[in-house]
């Protein structure tokens, strides 16, 4: 439910001494809020207006929720964006600034040199890997009990697109510690939100919270162990076709400069903390909500099993699965992954007669713009045929933004949807996925949307009755 009462709807104008009162005593609360899920602390007007300003401590923040806004801003006025103050804060001691992080023309220049390793051929030669990681999952739950185990969903689901992404970036180097790795990557991304809610209260970057150390600690260690990679892939004399192997041989189809030694460190780390998660939690909530609908569930299955060939011998057959792609994009509607862009503006924007002036907020919700009453019928129902091409057609292509839109775009968006598809049709004929709890679980923000206290299914192999 929207929280009444932290970015509160406002007018152009200054804040009165009064009101910079009342928020400041308000803050251990809105801090909560923050912390607890950032969606919780919304107005209830983006989900029904094209744009909402609100005040939050001070400062103006700009909520675009309409399709044509979100291509002006996206599309037309993208160069005067800047990537904003709070997610760097988040990101850049790990992530330094790579392709997520950087801004103008460092930014520009490693989107074009990673851009060809993203092709859709390139995609279809990581299928076979994805497919390994698919099985090796599938085998570890066949080693379950026949009756059924209880898993946390959301976990295994990490676990799995974490081992593709180690196996389609650095294939065949057996020295990187893959565990303590991944564990590092989860302390580092669970304090982020910290970091977040810090920033947007104003406070300085020594202010300590939950998780601080542990947080740099993974962050140094991280960087060590991809830079070692990388040393590691140099002395083997050959570069290799994954992930490493093609960063290794980019150039700049401008410039014909190679990727430098800090700016593969920064790439490759933000592959791995911007593709495995998200991918994670689209796989986790639709086997959740499939869950919910067995009408559904038995389409996928069936496409799936019609296939009739394993996506590891012909990795062109996952895109005869149409259905199951409607159905992997309507729960990224229900619940994206990345449920919030934010930008900050670097000159004046125009929406309309509205200006907003250089300096202050952008922010596109993307879990409102999902479920916007003006945009979709029945929001909140879970129907994949919106999704199917002749509904799809009508539709504003700025009212669906998983993966972002303009010049920033997900640059993984196909990876990350055939990885989606490949591990579904791998598990999904294999094994019943039975809720521990009814309910669906709630969904909180933690930079990404995640299900709050994890998605608990019991998974039963299908062949036992
Ligand atoms: C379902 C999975 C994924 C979702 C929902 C997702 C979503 C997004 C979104 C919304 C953005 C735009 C952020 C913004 O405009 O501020 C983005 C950017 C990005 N994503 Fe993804 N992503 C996914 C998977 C991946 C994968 C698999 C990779 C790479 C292996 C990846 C790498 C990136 C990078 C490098 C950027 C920054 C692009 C730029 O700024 O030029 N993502 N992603």
Redesign the pocket.
Known sequence: MPYAGTFRVCQPGGLSYRDALAEAVALPALLATMLRSLIEAWPEQVYRQPLVTTRFLGQRTTFVCDPAHIRSL?VDQAASLA?ETF?MRALVPALGS???TADGPH?RAQ?RT?APM?RPDRVQGFVPAMARAAQATRRRWEAGSPAGTVRDISAEMMRTTFDV?IATMISGDDQLAVEPFGRAVETYLGQTSWKVALSMLDAPDWVPHPGARAGARAATYLRGEVSRTIARRRARGEPGDD?LGLLLQARDPETDQPLGDTSLVD?LL???A???E??A??LAWTLRILAEHPEIERRVIEEASGLGVDPAADPAAVERLTYTRQVLLEV?RLY???PL???RAAADLRFGDITVPAGESVHVP?YALHRHRLLWDTPDVFDPDRFAPERAAGRDRYAY?????????????G???T??LVILATLLPAFRFVPVRAEMPAAQFRVTLRPKGGIKMKVVPRHVR
């Open positions: 996206m990537r997610m790579g392709i997520l930014w989107r990673a993203f992404i992930l790439n933000t592959f791995v911007a593709g495995h998200t991918t939690l689209v990224m994206p992954p990345a862009i934010v930008r993307v933004l998983p993966f972002g839109a303009g010049p920033r775009i997900c640059i993984g968006m990876l990350a949807l990885e989606c």
